[in-house]
Structure formats: structure tokens, C-alpha cells
T-cell receptor, first 110, second 112 residues
Framework: GQNIDQPTEMTATEGAIVQINCTYQTSGFNGLFWYQQHAGEAPTFLSYNVLDGLEEKGRFSSFLSRSKGYSYLLLKELQMKDSASYLCAVRTDSWGKLQFGAGTQVVVTP | DTEVTQTPKHLVMGMTNKKSLKCEQHMGHRAMYWYKQKAKKPPELMFVYSYEKLSINESVPSRFSPECPNSSLLNLHLHALQPEDSALYLC???????????FGPGTRLTVL
């Protein structure tokens, strides 16, 4: 079956760093995505990894290890507006079929 | 134009009603998707269209009927829904040569 695991909730202070881990076991692998979703809104794309290593994009970085079935999203210099749900998603085929994890709710406190 | 639009934003319907959700994109994307998202849960894939042909149906009940009249438009026809079908319905599109799926804002559906 398909299994994508990420923590349910994380709390961090404004200006701090938070790392959200994601482990996956899926029938296919064609890339791993991170999306941000504010309550009641659509998911917005943050990052994509298909090869092992670190991808950096401003305050956000994402890491992938395919052999370990593991990824993380690193959020630096946290801002209040970063309070949201962060979804790890694995693309399991060439059609772009995405299997989502349950999401990690990040709460940023002053 | 770099967005996916969805109408209506909110929809309330009875179990005997027939309604349709609409999704539109003008980015030239040839893959389009319907997802269902319940509160505090991740999106779940329902259908994938590629080049206007249905390529994936994730065993969705027949009371949901997708339609792709042209490369810019995706509809979801609803008939005889159940209260448990109440959810946020998200449309997304993707360029075949790209990785990112662009999501629309969603339609919040309530079935009474």
C-alpha cells in the first residue's frame, strides 16, 4: 500500500527554524513535492525534488534521500504568515498522480 | 494568465439536485485533475484528464461525472450526492513538460 508519514503539528517561534520530516513508502516514485496550504485555501507549490540532495529556494529548502524514503522541508526565519499546513506529496506515476501525506500544521508564535 | 479558476466558490445542494462544478485554465496545460478534500485531511485524487481524455478514475462513485469539453475546461457533474460528499473540491492543472500542479481556489460543497 501507500504510506506517507509526517508529524501532525509543530510549533515554533517567529524568526526560528523548523524542519518538517516526511517518510514515504509508495508503489512508484516520480518525485516528491511540498505544498503549503492555509486554512480554507488551495495548496500552493513550494518545492520539488526528484534527485537526492538539497534544493534551496529563499527561506525554504527541501531535501530528499530516495534510498531512505525520506524528505524534509526546512523553513528558516519563520514569519507569522508561515502558519499553515505543509503537505508532503509523492508523484507515483508519469500522469502526475499525487499521493499526499496528512499534512503538518505549523504554528508560529510571537 | 497563470491561474486556475473554479466556479462556484460555494455550493449548497440537496440530495436530489443536479449541479456542476467548473474549472478553467488558460495556461495551455494538457493535464487536469479533480481532488476532494475533507476538513483537516489531505487532498484525495478523484480523476485525471490528459489531452482531454480520462486517464485515471480513482474508483469514484458514479454520482460524480467528470467532463473535459476542451483543453481549457474541466467540469464535474454532481447528481444524487450524499451528505458525506460535502468537502472542498479542488481542480489542478499541469503542463506535461513541467512538474508543478497549479491548484484552483476550490469549490466548498455542502450536501444537505
Amino acid at each position: 500500500g501507500q504510506n506517507i508519514d509526517q508529524p501532525t503539528e509543530m510549533t515554533a517561534t517567529e524568526g526560528a527554524i523548523v524542519q518538517i520530516n516526511c517518510t514515504y513508502q509508495t508503489s512508484g516514485f516520480n518525485g516528491l513535492f511540498w505544498y503549503q496550504q492555509h486554512a480554507g485555501e488551495a495548496p500552493t507549490f513550494l518545492s520539488y525534488n526528484v534527485l537526492d540532495g538539497l534544493e534551496e529556494k529563499g527561506r525554504f529548502s527541501s531535501f530528499l534521500s530516495r534510498s531512505k524514503g525520506y524528505s524534509y522541508l526546512l523553513l528558516k526565519e519563520l514569519q507569522m504568515k508561515d502558519s499553515a499546513s505543509y503537505l508532503c506529496a509523492v508523484r507515483t506515476d508519469s500522469w502526475g498522480k499525487l499521493q499526499f501525506g496528512a499534512g503538518t500544521q505549523v504554528v508560529v508564535t510571537p | 494568465d497563470t491561474e486556475v479558476t473554479q466556479t462556484p466558490k460555494h455550493l449548497v445542494m440537496g440530495m436530489t439536485n443536479k449541479k456542476s462544478l467548473k474549472c478553467e485554465q488558460h495556461m495551455g496545460h494538457r493535464a487536469m485533475y479533480w481532488y476532494k478534500q475533507k476538513a483537516k485531511k489531505p487532498p484525495e485524487l478523484m480523476f485525471v484528464y490528459s489531452y482531454e481524455k480520462l486517464s485515471i478514475n480513482e474508483s469514484v462513485p458514479s454520482r460524480f461525472s467528470p467532463e473535459c469539453p476542451n483543453s481549457s475546461l474541466l467540469n464535474l457533474h454532481l447528481h444524487a450526492l450524499q451528505p458525506e460528499d460535502s468537502a472542498l473540491y479542488l481542480c489542478a492543472s499541469r503542463d506535461r513538460g513541467n512538474d508543478e500542479q497549479f491548484f484552483g481556489p476550490g469549490t466548498r460543497l455542502t450536501v444537505l
